[in-house]
């Protein structure tokens, strides 16, 4: 019956009065429940952008002395506030509070979502100091949500207000919150405010975790403050095995974007004593720093340290070595330095894009990805991306010599 009823629901001629007889068909004879729910009717009406029809059946239900539930009362609010209804939401909002209803996190959770994306912080903010004078039991987890809230929608001032008034109650500052502060503080504050959160969490002995280390070096790299970056991550902990090769990588692209290439190499070094083993992301950090400086020996020194360690190449690192050669008119060697590279292999991408994001990608690359994005001369292999590429290259260097 419920299936019928909203594959009905996008017809404009199947009134709500119908759609109550249907509902009340459905229902079993000797049942005297007058509480119902009738949510998923709800949502599927919210689906089809039919808010009007929801609230005409809520009020045949009503008239025929049914009470909707607290489930169904939050469907059709949500309805409201996904259609832009929000002086609707609002006061069906303020009938569930002031009711004996209690609603549940994951209902204003979604209110939250929905107000956030409207950048209605001001109902964020109505919402919460309500539920925070009824003391309800979920209080820890509703600011979290509200500072995330803020965050995304990069209502910083409105974040830290919320933060103090979580502190200030005796909730406790915990891992995801704090480093979420963190994520929002680089991605919409200035430098200095990120590092004053960041010293801030640092106090409240809570670890800086990946995404929070990830959006405070994607802030120092945008900014191409890489001095800045390095001193960041020597005081995070260069030794903290959990992240894996993430904090050293970023560590050698602090002085691979500068082209501190004895501090690249002296650091590179360290961080294998230290016992961490260079992967995809390491290789091509040097490899790319080697070819924009034509370093031709350090350069071959790294992909044989590559085979070695079983490391396999990837288009970022075909792509050092096809434009470094290129660039310095020695296209005729380039057989010679891809010998020992498996070019029939299918070309892929894994290095860490933070690397983009400091060293640009290279023209080989950049070409590359064209030609992969056309889908066109079938299986592409490194061997016919070259070829590909050199091709180019000969008919733009013809239309250069002729001009």
Not at 30 to 47: G, M, R
Not at 329 to 344: C, E, P, T
């Amino acid at each position: 019956m419920l299936e019928f009823l909203m594959a009905n629901t996008c017809s404009c001629l199947y009134p709500s009065v119908i759609l109550f007889w249907h509902w009340k068909q459905g229902r079993s004879v000797d049942s005297k429940d007058i509480c119902v729910d009738y949510t998923p009717l709800i949502q599927a009406l919210s689906n089809k952008r039919l808010p009007h029809v929801a609230q005409e059946l809520l009020f045949e239900m009503k008239s025929e002395g049914f009470l909707p539930n607290l489930s169904t009362l939050s469907a059709l609010m949500l309805c409201y506030a996904d259609n832009g209804l929000f002086p609707k939401a609002q006061a069906l909002w303020d009938e569930i509070i002031n009711s004996s209803y209690v609603p549940n996190i994951q209902i204003v959770s979604k209110l939250f979502d929905v107000y956030g994306k409207m950048r209605h912080f001001d109902e964020v903010t109505r919402i919460l100091n309500q539920l925070s004078s009824r003391n309800c039991n979920f209080m820890h987890e509703l600011y979290s949500l509200a500072i995330s809230c803020f965050g995304k929608g990069g209502q910083l001032e409105m974040m830290e207000n919320t933060l103090k008034q979580m502190v200030s109650r005796g909730f406790p500052l915990d891992s995801p919150t704090g480093n979420a502060f963190i994520r929002y503080y680089s991605i919409f504050g200035s430098l200095m405010e990120m590092e004053a959160a960041y010293g801030r969490l640092k106090k409240s002995r809570i670890l800086i975790e990946e995404e929070g280390i990830r959006a405070m070096s994607f802030a120092y790299i945008k900014e191409k403050k890489y001095y800045r970056l390095g001193h960041f991550l020597r005081d995070v902990g260069l030794g903290r095995k959990n992240m894996g090769n993430l904090l050293w990588n970023l560590l050698l692209l602090s002085y691979a974007a500068n082209f501190k290439m004895k501090s690249l190499q002296r650091e590179f070094l360290e961080m294998v004593e230290t016992g961490f083993s260079p992967d995809l992301t390491t290789f091509n950090i040097r490899a790319l720093a080697f070819s924009r400086m034509s370093l031709f020996w350090d350069l071959h020194l790294s992909l044989e340290h590559m085979q070695h360690e079983k490391v396999v190449a990837d288009l970022v690192t075909y792509g050092c070595v096809v434009d470094a050669y290129l660039d310095k008119r020695l296209g005729k060697n380039l057989d010679f330095a891809l010998k020992k590279m498996n070019v029939d292999d299918s070309p892929l991408v894994s290095t860490d894009h933070f690397v983009f994001e400091a060293l640009g990608k290279g023209d080989f690359h950049s070409s590359s990805e064209a030609f992969l994005e056309s889908r066109r001369n079938g299986k592409w292999t490194y061997q016919k991306l070259i070829e590909k590429y050199l091709k180019k290259k000969y008919r733009s260097n013809q239309i250069f010599w002729n001009y």
